[in-house]
């Protein structure tokens, strides 16, 4: 059974995420340690939503689907509340450092978390440019918007983020080595 969720997709997704994260972390020279599991992880909540609540979680996908809705909107307004939510709940059961439970719970909207601003940043922007390429998916046919406040924070132009955007295209490649290697075990 399950939801019609695209694991492949969805794994892939967040490898692709995982692997720019860590590539505009080298680049920034900021929070190089977490960058990669800060990546990983970001969407955890969809799994939980997927394998748990999967006939909700078919109704959500059917609603991105008919509408061009981004999942995020999708879930808020069936279920009340979204991935990063069921992901920072998870995050906190688990006992995830605090870092971590921050990225997955602010993804979107970077600007709303307290703490870890620049982690959740690397991570919103990684989240986007995967996205943006069409690596993998994220459930629904959109690209979420990329907050422009991110940038500032970051001190990044349009040059400075364009450069990042070529760095990211050349580290799906990495993401795909990455992906091919496993599967051929």
């Not at 620049?118 to 069409?134: E, K, N, P, Y």
Request: net charge negative; hydrophobic share 40%.
């Amino acid at each position: 059974g399950g939801s019609g969720f695209d694991r492949d997709g969805f794994w892939k997704h967040s490898v692709g995420t995982a692997f720019i994260t860590r590539t505009i972390a080298k680049k920034l020279q900021t929070e190089v340690e977490s960058a990669f599991l800060a990546g990983m992880l970001h969407d955890l909540g969809k799994v939980v939503l997927d394998r748990c609540f999967a006939d909700y979680y078919r109704a959500v996908l059917d609603q991105c689907e008919k509408e061009h809705l981004w999942i995020g909107e999708a879930e808020q307004q069936l279920l009340g509340l979204t991935h990063a939510d069921v992901g920072g709940q998870l995050a906190t059961e688990w006992k995830f450092a605090e870092k971590y439970l921050y990225s997955i719970l602010h993804h979107h909207e970077p600007e709303a978390t307290g703490r870890y601003q620049r982690l959740t940043s690397l991570v919103h922007i990684a989240d986007h440019m995967c996205r943006s390429f069409g690596y993998g998916s994220g459930g629904d046919d959109q690209v979420p918007e990329l907050d422009p406040a991110v940038l500032d924070r970051l001190s990044l132009g349009e040059r400075g983020y364009g450069i990042l955007v070529g760095l990211a295209e050349k580290e799906l490649e990495g993401a795909s080595s990455f992906l091919a290697a496993l599967s051929s075990g």
